[in-house]
């Protein structure tokens, strides 16, 4: 790897909340916003321990805000180390990405005229995702003096305000620290412990026990020129993982403490040496692409469980408050791929979450008065419905969001990437225990929820929202009938296989859930006799019913501008244009690419992508846009769209990096590279390639995992 580092070398105020998301480091566990050590008034800092969510009103449910465990105070001769006042001389921060070590360079000048040299570096090991850890090394540069460092655990942290700890305990141990918190509601417990340890032997250690916010204290005489290295090593635990937290955690600090920094640092080096090894991307010829897209996975990484199969990755991953810590189908349609052939045993975690919030989704499905599962737009712990049915808009005003009602694809997407991850990995024992399920139960679903139209002779379903979130309360959306079909014949299917593969246990899924032959029989009428508007003749779909003969738009005619389309028109307005906010039809096509002819996909991409408002409408969409140009060989389309999702994040292009990372942009930029501009498609005959590589793009080297094999692909361009 090449292109490892993000950095920054000034340090601008007004850019401090969307580059503390830029920033975010992790390890899976947990995620870290790249908030300052020493901390300042008007940060947003947050450190989002995946699976730990407390109740709230409105949203129902949000990840908590845990104790800001990088917390580290420098005092220079009395004088409190804060880059807003006295000098920053220089300035340098950077994020490794090859081992997650993000450091910070500052030369700085006191008020008084003191000036120090000041490294700070920190982890979160993805050898030992409890352990986390901050350097700090302190030079005096033109003084000899005092040099206190304060290391603590702030627990008193909220959420934009909310409040979810109730304070249990805190507390000094040898050498060490501790706070032990809970959640109000939901009653996670959650312990952090720490040690601070300098390289200075005759410095002078102290605990300080404010109230919310143990703190340790070291303090050092230095001469002119020598460092001090101090370092805060800090285990968590919450009551998710294990009985005891705080016997846990501070039995762990005091072997984390043995190892010491170094020790620590390497092991978290060598484990992202091999998390790289399978997910690794590099493109030659294009440093920024390069850079970018190696940035995408090493978010997507940081917010992957490794160990834990009751949680997903959040819209905004673990880098931000935006959604609430909601998973969305971003997962699942976006950033599974990745998953699927890179990281197979994530990916399956990711799928057993599916699995385990069935019980939230048969109960959704109950309560509207359906059958199977109908599983939640937004998704937290349980699985329940948690999309919030009113948010604000900027002015005040309130509007209603439907999507937990009637935003259903969702339900289908997860079958589909069930049936993917069984495609590519040929893990049957997967299908068999918990895939089959989730195919079952969201094909009940779709019998219940289709209705039969007698006059028409055929089926509908009516009253939705399809991706394209412009418009509401529509009939027959393409996408979701589409996919409501596919999820039932794949029903069929599993069951043929369970037929032959598993009999006892098609046996058992036959009673539990009811499949009787009656039902399979309906389901056979409901694939077809479903309706979708398609003229084989334009070979168009209609996106949804009477969408043709809304008003038509041309975007041009707004530019520039900075906002989304939605925002302009309004949220009645927009509902009365031909206007998407993503993808919709094409995303149909994208995702069933074999059953679509070229002149298909022609047709509908140059219907619906002027259509599309892809500079301000959802992330989601560019990334997607960028693989199917790839796909119909329009390359100049597809940089354009690629390097647009590719910046996202990095420059914030949508001016709300700083509610967290677009994890579905990452996940589609990885699938932008692989299924378009590589072409990567897999026969019977194994894999093969069919590179449409950008312009400038002199080499692209991958690998993927297909049923337990890897393939290593390395296309060079034949200028
Ligand atoms: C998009 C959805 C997406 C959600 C979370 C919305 O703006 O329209 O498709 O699932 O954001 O990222």
Redesign the pocket.
């Known amino acids: 790897m090449s292109n490892n580092f993000i950095v920054e070398n000034n340090f601008l105020s007004e850019e401090l909340q969307y580059k503390e998301t830029v920033f975010t480091m992790g390890n899976g566990y947990l995620g870290t916003r790249g908030t300052f050590e020493e901390g300042y008034p008007n940060e947003n800092a947050a450190t989002l321990v995946n699976g730990v969510f407390d109740d709230i009103p409105i949203v129902y449910t949000e990840l908590v805000n845990a104790p800001n465990w990088i917390q580290l105070t420098v005092f220079i001769e009395g004088e409190r180390f804060r880059m807003d006042r006295g000098k920053v001389l220089e300035y340098r921060r950077k994020l490794n990405l090859k081992n997650g070590v993000l450091s910070r360079h500052i030369r700085w000048q006191s008020p008084a005229g003191h000036t120090v040299d000041i490294v700070f570096e920190r982890f979160a090991s993805m050898a030992q995702e409890h352990v986390l850890a901050v350097r700090c090394q302190v030079t005096p540069v033109d003084f000899s003096g005092q040099v206190v460092i304060q290391a603590g655990l702030p627990g008193h942290v909220d959420n934009d305000g909310w409040l979810h700890w109730k304070f249990l305990d805190q507390g000094q141990m040898p050498e060490g620290a501790f706070i032990e918190v809970q959640t109000k509601k939901t009653a996670h417990m959650l312990v952090e412990a720490c040690s601070l340890r300098t390289d200075d032997a005759m410095a002078v250690y102290a605990y300080q026990d404010c109230h919310w916010c143990p703190t340790l204290v070291a303090s050092s005489e230095l001469a002119l020129g020598q460092t001090l290295t101090a370092d805060k090593l800090v285990t968590i635990y919450t009551s998710r993982d294990v009985e005891s937290p705080r016997q846990t955690a501070i039995e762990a600090l005091q072997e984390v403490q043995a190892q010491g920094y170094e020790a620590l640092r390497e092991a978290n080096t060598a484990a992202w040496a091999e998390v790289w090894e399978a997910s690794n991307i590099v493109i030659e010829g294009d440093a920024a692409a390069d850079l970018a897209l190696r940035y995408s996975l090493f978010q997507l990484l940081i917010a992957a469980p490794r160990h834990d199969d009751r949680v997903s990755i959040p819209?905004k991953s673990l880098s931000g408050f935006g959604?609430r810590g909601h998973a969305?189908?971003?997962t699942e349609i976006f950033m599974l791929p990745f998953f699927i052939y890179t990281q197979p045993e994530t990916a399956r975690r990711l799928l057993l979450y599916r699995y385990h919030t069935l019980g939230g989704a048969r109960r959704k499905a109950q309560a509207e008065g359906y059958e199977g599962a109908m599983y939640a737009w937004e998704s937290a712990g349980t699985g329940d419905e948690t999309t919030p049915k009113w948010v604000p808009l900027p002015n005040g005003e309130l509007i209603r969001i439907w999507c937990g009602d009637i935003e259903l694809h969702i339900s289908a997407d997860i079958a589909y990437s069930v049936l993917l991850h069984w495609q590519v990995t040929g893990d049957d024992a997967f299908m068999r225990d918990y895939g089959a399920e989730i195919i079952l139960e969201t094909a009940r679903f779709w019998g219940s929820r289709a209705e039969w139209v007698a006059d028409l002779d055929r089926y509908e379903i009516s009253d939705v929202i399809g991706?394209d979130?412009y418009h509401d309360h529509v009939d027959n959306n393409a996408y979701t009938n589409e996919m409501a079909r596919w999820n039932l014949r794949a029903a069929l299917d599993v069951l043929e296989w369970l037929e032959t593969s598993a009999p006892d246990k098609l046996a058992q899924l036959i009673t539990a859930l009811d499949l009787t032959s009656e039902r399979l029989a309906h389901w056979e009428v409901v694939i077809n006799k479903l309706y979708v508007g398609y003229n084989p003749e334009t070979r168009l779909f209609e996106q949804f019913d009477g969408f043709f003969k809304r008003k038509g738009v041309d975007l041009a005619d707004y530019e520039p501008r900075t906002e989304s389309m939605q925002a302009l028109l309004g949220v009645e307005g927009a509902q009365e244009y031909q206007v998407l906010?993503?993808p919709d039809v094409l995303m149909l096509l994208y995702l069933h690419e074999a059953d679509y002819d070229q002149a298909t996909l022609q047709a509908n991409w140059d219907y619906y992508t002027p259509r599309t408002d892809l500079s301000y409408g959802?992330s989601?969409g560019p990334a997607i846009q960028a693989a199917l140009a790839a796909r119909m060989q329009d390359l100049e389309a597809a940089y354009h769209h690629f390097i647009h999702a590719a910046r996202t994040d990095l420059q914030d292009v949508r001016g709300n990096t700083s509610d967290g990372i677009h994890a579905?942009t990452n996940g589609g930029l990885w699938q932008a590279v692989i299924f378009g501009f590589a072409g990567l498609r897999f026969t019977g005959a194994g894999p093969v390639v069919n590179p449409r590589l950008p312009e400038g793009w002199t080499r692209l080297k991958f690998r993927v995992c297909h049923r337990g094999r890897w393939y290593d692909f390395d296309l060079s361009a034949t200028q």
Do not use: H, I, T, V
């Open positions: 819209a959604y969305f189908w971003d991706p979130e906010k993503q959802s989601l579905a």
